[in-house]
Each structure stands twice: as C-alpha cells, then as structure tokens.
C-alpha cells in the first residue's frame, strides 16, 4: 500500500496534468459565419464569430474573410446536468434483467473499464450536443468497499475519459453512506460507501487541489435515504469550504417521501434545508414528488433543479414544470440521468418560452456546474456551439426545441471541433462494444 501522504500528492499531480491538458488549446484564430445564431436570447442571422485561446473574442460585425459558413442553426453548446454513466451505459436494456446486468457492470468493473466506458458515453453525449457534463460519481473503490491504493482512481478514470471524449466535466463526487434509511450497505453498493462521511470528506479533499480548466470537482448527495442528518451537514460544509457546486438526488420516488416522513417527520426538502444543503450552489435532481411548500423552498435559497424527462417519463414520475419552478425562484435545468434521450431532445418536454428553455439547456446548465462563462455565443465566453441542419424542422424555432429531423452536423468545445456530421452512430455503436465486453 502506498502512504497516505504519497497518495494524495500522486493524485493532485495526476488531476494537475489532466486539467493542463484538457485546458489547453492552441493559440490559433478560427472564424464562423453563422447563419442563424443564439445571441441575446434570440436567433440573428449570417452572424459572424472570431474564436481565439478557446474563448469567443468577436461576435456579430462585418462578415471576416475565410471564415467557415455553418449552414443551419447554432446554438451554444448543452449543459447535461446529471450523467451517471453506470446508468446512461444501459439505457436502452429495459425489463426485469436490467437490474442484473447494472449489478454485474458495477461488480466488474476496474478504473481501466470505467474509463473506457465513461469515454464511450460521454462521446456519445457529445455527439449530442452536449460540452459541459455533470457525472454523478459513485463509484469509489474496489469490491468490498476496499480503497484503491490511489484513492481517487475511478474518479482521475473519469477526468480522463472526458478528456478522450472532448468535453467539459464536473466531477460530483457523491457521498453514499447507507442502502436506506438505517439500514447498512451492502453488495455491490460497497463499493459506493467511504463508511463516514469523515472519511468521504478526506478522499473527495484530495481531488480538489489543482482542479480548472475543464475541470470542476463538486459534491453530491445521494439522497436523504442514502446519506443521514449529520452526515449531510458534513458533505454540505465541505462543499461550502471549496465554494463548489453541490448536487442531490431529491425526491426521486413517493417511496423516498414516505420513508422519509415516517423516519424524520418531514419531507426530503425539509431535511435538505435543515442539513444546510439547500444553497444558491445546489442543484437539486429529478424533485419528482414535491409539495407547494417544496417548492418555496427550494425558490427561497435559489437553487437550481435539475430535470430529466426521459428518464422520468420512463419511470412514470411527475416532476414539477418549469414554469412552476420559476415563479417560486428556481433555475430549471436539464439532465439525462440514465435515459437515452439527450438535452435538445428533452427541449420539447418543457413548458415556457424558448428563450427560457434554450437557457435552460445552455447557460444556466452550465452555471449549474461551477462553468459560469460557458453556454453564450458572447466575447469572453468558452466557444461552444452545436450547429443542426434544419431536415424536416418546419421552422427554425421547432429545431430549437428538439423537433425531429435536426441533425447534430459539429460540435465546437472551447474552440475545438469535437463532432461532425454522421460520427453519431458510430459513437453509438462504439458503446454498444464496450458494453458486450463488460456485460455479455
């Protein structure tokens, strides 16, 4: 076994080097005629942008010569605010074996194959669409619940994986402490478990040193039956200690409510408020099941809520609307949890304006991930831009909301094209292989 000490030094290094190189970009200057941009929360035409060190540095003006036209419309890059990729991997195996092959998936696999796999995901994420993801990471040690002798080994597997892919990543590292309320974890959940949150506290510490770039460490919350009172209130202090987002499952079923009522006489959101959980840097995921009294909280300590209408309309949830959660003071933002819809697709299942969805997806997505320059086509901001031919959309505003037929053609991350026309379904295929070798 190697030191403590030595441990968190090889692991800072390692984040160090990830971040320099998924950071870095070549100094030079790319120009694009846009013929229908996102800018100002409305779509402009033959809309020309200068891209330098990664970052938009002109917007709008007289057309630069040699610049690439981008036929279609183009939008900032997406935000997908809730990736688990143990989850997304099997997406579209559904029926009584599902349950099976995830335990299998999660009993076998090592740093090696969870990047590989994260990889295989996250390419297919960006062929979506997407630039900036938030994974969830749960997946901490080896069988058993024994630590690896680099403790942070599954998640640097993930840091990488994003960088293979090209796309942005917040790690949220996820505090899970129990199968259910009381009750001690056990089978492949072990190796979720860091045992207290003390010690959780100790390994997520190592992962924050040298973090930026394209790289953001957050924490999470499995939810309030994985994860008791005091412990909460740990996971929230640590994450107001870095100043970082914090993220929590809330909500997900009746039966989480019900538990939780039963156990602590108050629903999941009254717990999270009482933990110090609920902050202007929280976002919480699914919030399926809330009561009016939810609701102002949450709009109270302006958090953020993460929806994911793929995964919840699979599961038969009903999640509070996006208008709703506006008027009490909340950010809808959007996520693809283990569905295999991505985040323009879900554009169509929310309520409002355009404008507000478009945010929804962009700006305020990536805010929601500690990427609070990211999702605009404005000076100064991360370049991103996903670019879709119009095909059968019949206007460019029903393209913007996931109207079928809109092909993803690039995909531009801080300056770099990541995506283009027809790499999707190989990147689909791609996984499909990796998933028959970690689960025949």
């Not at 279609?72 to 990729?85: K, M, Q």
């Amino acid at each position: 076994m190697v030191s403590g000490v030595r441990r968190m030094s090889e692991g800072r290094r390692r984040l160090s080097r990830t971040s320099s190189r998924t950071s870095s970009r070549t100094s030079s200057r790319t120009s694009y005629l846009l013929e229908h941009g996102w800018v100002d929360d409305r779509l402009c035409s033959d809309v020309t942008v200068v891209v330098e060190d990664g970052r938009f540095v002109t917007v709008g003006g007289p057309p630069v010569p040699g610049a690439e036209r981008l036929p279609g419309v183009t939008l900032p890059g997406f935000a997908d605010v809730h990736s688990r990729v143990l989850d997304r991997a099997l997406g579209p195996w559904t029926g009584a074996g599902r349950g099976e092959r995830w335990a299998t998936l999660v009993d076998r696999l090592d740093p090696d194959g969870y990047r590989e796999l994260a990889t295989a995901v996250f390419r297919v994420l960006v062929a979506g669409g997407t630039t900036s993801v938030g994974e969830m990471h749960l997946l901490h040690h080896q069988a058993g619940g024994v630590p690896y002798d680099e403790p942070n080994a599954t998640g640097l597997a993930l840091v990488e994986a994003a960088r293979d892919a090209g796309v942005r990543i917040a790690l949220l590292d996820t505090c899970f402490l129990a199968d259910g309320f009381g009750r001690p974890v056990s089978g492949v959940a072990r190796r979720f478990s860091d045992g207290t949150a003390e010690e959780w506290q100790q390994r997520a510490d190592e992962l924050t040193a040298d973090a930026g770039g394209d790289v953001v460490v957050g924490a999470a919350v499995e939810s309030v039956e994985h994860v008791p009172l005091d412990d909460m209130r740990l996971v929230a202090e640590w994450a107001d200690r870095f100043e970082t987002p914090l993220h929590v499952r809330l909500s997900a079923s009746r039966s989480e409510n019900d538990a939780c009522s039963e156990v602590y006489g108050r629903t999941p959101t009254e717990l999270l408020s009482e933990a110090g959980v609920l902050t202007d840097r929280t976002t919480a995921v699914h919030a399926s099941y809330l009561v009016g009294s939810d609701l102002v909280r949450l709009g109270a300590a302006s958090c953020t809520v993460c929806l994911c209408p793929g995964s919840e309309r699979e599961r038969g949830a009903a999640a509070a609307s996006a208008e709703e959660l506006r008027g009490c003071g909340a950010r809808p933002v959007l996520g693809t949890a283990g569905g295999v819809l991505g985040v323009r697709e879900q554009l169509g299942h929310l309520d409002g304006p355009v404008a507000d969805r478009v945010r929804a997806a962009t700006a305020d997505g990536h805010a929601a991930l500690g990427f609070t320059d990211a999702g605009r086509i404005a000076v100064g901001h991360r370049a991103d831009l996903v670019t879709f031919d119009l095909g059968d959309a019949p206007s460019t505003e029903s393209a913007l909301v996931g109207a079928p037929g809109a092909e993803v053609v690039q995909v531009v991350v801080g300056g770099r094209v990541r995506h283009r026309a027809g790499e999707g379904p190989e990147a689909a295929r791609a996984l499909d292989r990796v998933l028959e070798r970690w689960v025949p």
